[in-house]
């Protein structure tokens, strides 16, 4: 295959050769709960229930496809993140993994705060409700309507990307009266992959302002120059569906050298760092992340040990888990349509959906799980690819996955941790029509985002 390989690693890339499956699950009726959300379970009539629905009455009532979001998983994995990072410490959520004006009602109720990294994504974070003070505004291409939006209504922070935003920023900032905390994203050399990460000189992408070569010292000097910005922190964030935390230590320790050279040339001590998001998820039985709980030790125990040995006091940490968070917490409901087996290759079954609701398997080759959730079966596993109904022949959902051989149309099948960046990165290919988000808790279920309508569709289409 000539696709290249994801910068979430390995189990993203092609690392499976063409005839090589994981044995089928002793047992395909068994929901691991690692892959799906908290409160699934399959009831004594075999049908899979979230929040104690069954999917078939949700179905009924919302339609297919349709994304489910396990609000009291949302939240203890918020209060989860939050208790395990401790009072010294501040998670900002990724909005990019999916935002809307509900997450963020839970996010602001939790106690975090949130990144976002758009325009877009700063009004429905003021839409919902979240308090500017604990916004942190993102992006390596901010315009000036952006950051004149985000600096008027007082986001937390600004995090400089490059050489011409800090000037852009302080200069914005100064004709509004303001002065603008921010934090300089550094590319410290991690390059990280889900299990494995490379330390190097530089970094060949385009966020941020390297530390090689004096550039991110350079970026510092700048900043502490300009009355319109004050300069907080140093950013890094170093990729993503990461298991492995050595690349963390590797970039915290690069962080921390730059705050000791910055006191040694400024005298002073920066009081925060952020370390970024990228922490990963189970999005199959052989996937095995950590608990946040062991995530924060290591980072914080890191940061500590590396600013003791510098002499610095030790700076406030944050974080910006998206797909840790968000990306367990949904699973994706489809109908089954036709059915085609060819013969000593694999059955394909095609569903209501597809690229249009999950581009991640084509985009990135990544590997998902799905299960036959609207009945148990015991028919004899059948190797599947579950494709969407795009005119593409990339349209591939999940490429290889074991169901029963007794599927058949109508059946429903769910796709688990479908909830980071598969709404968020959905599209109208085909003018699909991008399908709702239903939010679910203690036996019931609210739309929170729509689904689109060909009237939304030809509403934007102006003839
Ligand atoms: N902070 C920054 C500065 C980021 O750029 C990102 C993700 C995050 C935090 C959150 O990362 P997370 O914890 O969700 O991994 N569309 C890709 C992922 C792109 C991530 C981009 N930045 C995917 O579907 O895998």
Redesign the pocket.
Same mark, same amino acid.
């Given at each position: 295959m000539s696709r290249s390989a994801h910068p /979430?690693g390995p189990r993203h890339a092609d690392v499976f050769p063409d005839g090589h499956y994981s044995a089928p699950a002793a047992d395909l009726n068994v929901l691991d709960e690692k892959v799906w959300s908290r409160t699934v379970r399959r009831n004594d009539d075999g049908v899979a229930t979230v929040a104690g629905i069954e999917v078939t009455r949700l179905a009924e009532e919302f339609g297919t496809p349709a994304y489910f979001l396990d609000e009291a998983d949302f939240r203890a994995r918020c209060r989860a993140w939050s208790d395990a990072f401790g009072p010294n410490a501040d998670v900002f959520y /990724?909005g990019? %993994?999916f935002l809307s004006r509900a997450v963020v009602r839970w996010l602001t109720e939790e106690g975090l705060n949130l990144?976002v990294c758009s325009g877009g994504e700063l009004a429905t974070a003021l839409a919902g409700g979240m308090p500017p003070e604990r916004i942190a505004f993102?992006g390596n291409n901010k315009s000036a309507e952006e950051i004149e939006r985000a600096v008027s209504v007082g986001v937390g922070r600004i995090v400089l990307d490059s050489f011409q935003e800090i000037v852009r920023v302080a200069h914005i900032a100064q004709r509004l009266g303001r002065r603008q905390p921010v934090q300089i994203r550094v590319t410290v050399g991690v390059e990280a992959h889900t299990h494995e990460f490379i330390a190097t000189a530089h970094e060949d992408q385009k966020f941020g302002i390297a530390l090689a070569d004096g550039q991110a010292a350079e970026a510092v000097r700048r900043a502490l120059k300009l009355d319109g910005i004050e300069l907080i922190g140093i950013h890094s964030?170093i990729g993503?569906?990461i298991f492995d935390m050595a690349g963390f230590e590797v970039s915290a320790r690069r962080v921390v050298q730059l705050l000791a050279e910055i006191r040694d040339e400024h005298g002073v001590e920066l009081p925060e760092i952020d370390l970024? *998001? *990228?922490?990963g998820i189970a999005y199959t039985s052989e996937d095995d992340p950590k608990e946040p709980y062991d995530i924060a030790k290591s980072l914080l125990d890191i940061v500590t040990r590396e600013c003791e040995a510098a002499r610095l006091a030790t700076p406030r940490i944050s974080v910006?888990? *998206?797909? %840790?968070i968000v990306g367990p917490t949904a699973f994706t409901l489809y109908e089954v349509g036709t059915i085609k087996p060819l013969e000593g290759l694999r059955t394909y079954v095609s569903v209501d959906g597809g690229m249009s609701d999950n581009i991640?398997t084509a985009l990135?080759n990544a590997d998902y799980s799905v299960a036959l959730v609207s009945r148990r079966s015991d028919a004899e596993p059948m190797l599947s690819r579950v494709v969407g109904k795009h005119c593409e022949s990339g349209d591939i959902v999940v490429r290889d996955a074991y169901l029963p051989a007794d599927l058949a149309p109508g059946d429903l099948i769910a796709v688990p941790a479908t909830g %980071?960046?598969c709404r968020s990165?959905a599209s109208n290919y085909n003018h699909a029509l991008r399908p709702p988000v239903v939010a679910v808790k203690d036996g019931e279920a609210r739309v929170v985002v729509r689904r689109e309508t060909e009237e939304d569709l030809l509403r934007l289409d102006i003839g």
């Open positions: /979430a /990724a990019k %993994a990144d993102h964030h993503s569906q970024g *998001g *990228g922490l910006e888990p *998206g797909r %840790a991640r990135y %980071a960046y990165m």
